[in-house]
């Protein structure tokens, strides 16, 4: 299981997950909703969590000022580990045991650690 886990994350990069799907403003939104449909058509007829995050933040400007940014991220849990897609940082296995899929701003600040979450929502009910 732990190898087809890893297999899993070596499709999601080798499909240019790391980088940006579409052009379009916002595309973290737009690049999560696309993995999300891409992992619901490959595990069509397996029970996995899947779902968009998405979320507000605080992050300091180049002027020192304290600005609030929206952002979206593909998560979804198999084989005990949560995978998170985001455009920011590419593909990658987040490391926790806690139960993520009722806690979004827990899930939104593992990822973004360093940032003050304003507001956190899975965006599939």
């Known amino acids: 299981m732990r190898i087809l886990g890893v297999m899993l994350v070596l499709c999601l990069a080798a499909k240019c997950y790391s980088q940006s799907l579409s052009y379009a403003p916002n595309s973290c939104l737009v690049n999560s909703i696309k993995v999300y449909e891409d992992v619901n058509r490959k595990f069509n007829d397996r029970s996995i969590w899947n779902n968009v995050l998405i979320f507000k933040f605080d992050m300091r400007a180049s002027c020192g000022k304290s600005v609030t940014v929206g952002h ?8 005990d580990k949560y ?27 593992l990822i973004y650690p360093n940032t003050r979450v304003r507001y956190a929502k899975y965006m599939v009910n």
Not at 72 to 79: G, K, L
Not at 92 to 108: E, G, M, Y
């Open 72 to 79: 979206a991220v593909s998560i979804f849990y198999w084989n």
């Open 83 to 109: 995978f998170v897609y985001d455009i920011n940082q590419g593909s990658f296995i987040l490391n926790t045991t806690s139960d993520l899929r009722n806690d979004p701003f827990k899930a939104a600040r």
